[in-house]
């Protein structure tokens, strides 16, 4: 037989070497997470050589011998990394899907160190490591043969083809007493089939030479699974065990087959060559210039040419997906922008930092300014309603107005009918009760009040300022004239149907009393009300947790000096109204005191009116003038009741409202000393760069999640002009 020449085809041609290149550099700016590369599948039945062509390929020892021998299915990854100088060897175990979490944890934990010098004992350590790891039997005991979990070997290095390797378990039909079940065969079945299906996988179907190849299942499998041969290579193995004679019929079916993708022969060495320490190359070479294997051509022969066969399917395979990894690289490439974004503006330099703050004092203020002016409508931070500020201050103000109205004074003041039957059991002459007349006490109707209507509970250090929740019993009933003729009785002077000045003072201190309570829980409920406003606001205006957390922080203590302001108000208009001296230029005291004067007379007399004939009602005038049966001091101690009254209800309403007004309306809302003004661009203007740093700084993570995001984004635009 004529020799033919050996006649190596180029390894790649000029359009494949661009788009090798190509590969290259999307793998030099790391986007090789965003490509999926294809990977062989070397599929066969057991014993075919599977291994074998893959050591041949890889130049790296796979377990072999003639036994049971893949039993978990490898991955090698080879990437051609030219920032190292020498091969490096990561090996680690992927955990089937269906894995319990606790064995998953443990087999993601385990790698195997001291690969860089791969050699065939080192790996052969490696393996028993895996074997134990995946908990696959040993000879004899009684735990899986085959497992689902994949071993993973990255291997880098200046020389390696971006390549994915998987070998898998051979198929097997027959089981094996005491060693492999038919669960076995079902089960790696599965898994191969898996591997073929995946459009990803190039599938190197390997056959031995010395059987019959008609019978070869995996043929079959394959060109169903893959009938337009896209992504299929056939691999004779054993060409050295043919019987002789049967030898033609190997070479007219590599060399004349009309089949699209042909075969390739390789030559891997036996057991025992392996012992003899023979090189695998260098017998496949000389195989194949012996007769009858010499009529091969030289690129149906051998692992070179399968390598360059596999390299053509592969980079036509990587070519079609280009545009896939285009679309992805653009996705993720605006998936990191955005997420980029979402962390704002760098704050690096106090600068930064300033510029940072000011914003977030301008969108504060803006939304200030529209929540003191109700106007909600304008922002949708409104749907909180813990952001209404004038809403709530309103409401609050009204029930503190109420409040005041009914459980303010600490007597009720007498109703008309009650008030001549509780005078006349007051004793004239002494101005003591009269034994007789024990007056009957309504039991209080009306349940406690609490002075503290608004919870809060977010920061504490507010908390040490503001007043506790008093209960405040409703006011004592039918108490009031027993009370009046006993501070009448103790102030009495040389006084004639008058009394003493600075009775009223008196009186006016106790009657008020409550309002001491009512008071501090109403300036505590706005504190509260405000502190919520300005923290709501101030998330509104800045997303970021920590800078806002860090500007209430350094405002804290003036915040609370400020706060303090409003609540020294109260107490100062307290004492004003309680120990200063009662006066009022307001006539509506007179009013009331008269009303107070017209109604009791009317009172008295509407039992003796009668009908004038025209429609009006008339009274005798002697009726009118003897109207009055009551002593001095019982006298005096009505009018004491109705000027307490009168002088009450103006000071009580005078109260209500500068407690609104001053110590509500300009300390915390609308004056110049309002905490609201304290959040302002001076204050920004006016921190240290330090305090900027603290408040407005960026913490470690976010900085590196920044510096992360930005390579990535570089990367991905490295990556998307590559594909143009
Ligand atoms: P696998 O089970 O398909 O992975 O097959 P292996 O690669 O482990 O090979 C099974 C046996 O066949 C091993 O003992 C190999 O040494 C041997 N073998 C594989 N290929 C050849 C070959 O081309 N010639 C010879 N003589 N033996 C081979
Ligand atoms: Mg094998």
């Not at 285009?326 to 997420?339: G, P, W």
């Not at 039991?443 to 209507?453: A, D, G, H």
């Not at 040389?494 to 008196?506: K, P």
């Not at 108000?569 to 109204?577: D, M, S």
Request: proline share 3%; net charge negative.
């Amino acid at each position: 037989m004529e020799k033919k020449d050996i006649q190596h085809r180029p390894a790649v041609s000029l359009a494949d070497t661009q788009s090798l290149e190509k590969i290259d550099k999307l793998f030099a700016c790391n986007a090789k997470e965003y490509i999926d590369l294809p990977q062989l599948v070397i599929v066969g039945d057991q014993s075919s050589g599977k291994s074998s062509v893959l050591e041949g390929l890889t130049k790296l020892t796979f377990p072999r011998d003639s036994g049971l021998c893949t039993r978990f299915a490898t991955q090698v990854i080879f990437r051609r990394d030219k920032t190292i100088e020498s091969r490096k060897i990561l090996a680690s175990i992927i955990p089937s899907s269906d894995t319990d979490p606790e064995q998953k944890e443990q087999l993601e934990k385990w790698t195997a160190s001291g690969l860089e010098t791969l050699g065939a004992k080192g790996f052969a350590k490696m393996m028993d490591e895996v074997h134990d790891q995946m908990g696959l039997s040993h000879e004899g005991d009684n735990v899986p043969t085959f497992s689902n979990h994949v071993l993973r070997l990255e291997i880098r290095g200046p020389d390696e083809e971006h390549l994915t390797v998987i070998d898998v378990p051979g198929i097997f039909k027959n089981r094996t007493t005491g060693k492999t079940t038919k669960a076995d065969i079902e089960l790696v079945r599965a898994m191969v089939l898996g591997y073929m299906r995946n459009d990803r996988s190039v599938m190197l179907t390997v056959v031995p030479a010395n059987v019959d190849i008609a019978t070869q299942e995996i043929i079959e499998m394959a060109r169903e699974i893959d009938p337009d041969e896209k992504r299929t290579l056939r691999i004779l193995t054993k060409p050295d065990l043919v019987d002789n004679g049967a030898e033609d019929k190997v070479i007219d079916l590599v060399e004349k087959s009309s089949d699209k993708l042909g075969w390739i022969v390789v030559r891997s060495l036996g057991q025992q060559e392996m012992k003899d320490g023979l090189d695998r190359d260098k017998e496949e070479e000389l195989w194949h210039l012996k007769a009858p294997w010499d009529q091969i051509r030289a690129e149906n022969w051998g692992i070179k040419a399968l390598a360059a066969r596999l390299r053509e399917l592969l980079i036509s395979m990587v070519r079609r997906s280009f545009p896939l990894i285009r679309t992805e690289l653009s996705k993720k490439l605006k998936d990191a922008k955005s997420a980029l974004e979402t962390l704002g503006s760098e704050r690096e330099t106090p600068e930064q930092q300033r510029r940072l703050l000011l914003g977030i004092v301008t969108k504060f203020q803006d939304i200030t300014r529209r929540a003191l002016s109700s106007c909600y409508g304008s922002r949708d931070e409104f749907d909180n309603p813990e952001m209404r500020l004038t809403t709530r201050v309103m409401e609050r103000n009204t029930s503190f107005s109420s409040d005041m109205a009914k459980f303010g004074q600490e007597y009720a003041y007498a109703k008309e009918e009650d008030l001549s039957e509780d005078l006349a059991a007051i004793d004239d002459e002494s101005g003591l009760p009269t034994g007789s007349a024990t007056v009957s006490r309504d039991p209080s109707p009306e349940t406690n009040l609490f002075s503290r209507k608004v919870t809060y509970n977010v920061d504490n250090n507010l908390e040490e300022i503001l007043h506790p929740t008093a209960a405040i019993p409703p006011p004592r009933s039918r108490d009031i004239v027993r009370y009046l003729a006993a501070e009448y009785r103790h102030s009495r002077g040389f006084e004639i149907g008058t009394f003493n000045q600075g009775l009223l003072a008196t009186l006016m201190k106790k009657q008020t009393e409550k309002w001491v309570a009512l008071s501090r829980g109403y300036i505590s409920d706005m504190v509260v009300i405000v502190q919520t406003f300005i923290c709501s606001a101030l998330h509104a205006s800045c997303p970021d947790e920590d800078t806002c957390s860090g500007i209430l922080t350094l405002l804290g203590d003036k915040m609370l000096d400020r706060y303090q302001k409003a609540m020294d108000t109260v107490e100062f208009l307290l004492k004003t109204e309680r120990e200063g001296t009662p006066m009022t230029q307001n006539h509506y005291l007179n009013e009331t005191l008269q009303k107070c004067r017209q109604d009791r007379l009317q009172n008295k007399l509407t039992d003796r009116t009668f009908s004038d004939g025209r429609g009006g009602q008339v009274v005798r005038l002697s009726d009118v003038t003897l109207q009055s049966h009551m002593g001095n001091a019982q006298h005096t101690i009505q009018d004491i009741h109705d000027i307490l009254r009168s002088y009450y209800k103006v000071a009580r309403k005078r109260f209500v409202d500068n407690v609104c007004i001053q110590a509500t309306d300009f300390y915390l809302l609308v004056g110049d000393q309002s905490p609201m003004c304290l959040f302002s661009s001076e204050w920004v203007h006016d921190l240290s760069k330090e305090q900027l740093e603290e408040v407005a700084g960026e913490d470690f993570s976010v900085k590196r999640r920044r510096a992360q995001l930005r390579k990535e984004i570089r990367e991905l635009e490295a990556g998307r002009r590559v594909l143009v």
